[in-house]
Nanobody, 123 residues
Framework: QVQLVESGGGLVQAGGSLRLSCAAS????????MGWFRQVPGKEREFVAAINWIGSSTYYADSVKGRFTISRDNPKNRVNLEMNSLKPEDTAVYYC????????????????WGQGTQVTVSS
């Protein structure tokens, strides 16, 4: 089992920045690829960013490329999502997820999920 707890969400004006963090506990964190997803009511959960087990490869949705940065700190069992130039359409609940070994951008491929943190961007 891997337990994931997100933090850092909140209310920000358009153009502002937020930093989300996900703390992991349980199994060996460095064995897991990590992803960030987001969801708004009535819509499917969508991929935002992912990072491989060692942090050497990152992947982004086209909608956030150039604005968001995913990173991980394996000794501290954390994965972060730096979000800049935020837009109202970035408003969603953001989820951290863990997948054993290979990274994927598909939500169904992830084994463990956090409870989510709300990000609201006002115009």
């Amino acid at each position: 089992q891997v337990q994931l707890v997100e933090s850092g969400g909140g209310l920000v004006q358009a153009g502002g920045s937020l930093r989300l963090s996900c703390a992991a506990s349980g199994r060996i964190f460095s064995n897991y690829a990590m992803g960030w997803f987001r969801q708004v009511p009535g819509k499917e959960r969508e991929f935002v960013a992912a990072i491989n087990w060692i942090g050497s490869s990152t992947y982004y949705a086209d909608s956030v490329k150039g604005r968001f940065t995913i990173s991980r700190d394996n000794p501290k069992n954390r994965v972060n999502l730096e979000m800049n130039s935020l837009k109202p359409e970035d408003t969603a609940v953001y989820y951290c997820a863990a997948k054993l070994m290979l990274v994927t951008t598909t939500p169904a491929g992830y084994d463990y999920w956090g409870q989510g943190t709300q990000v609201t961007v006002s115009s």
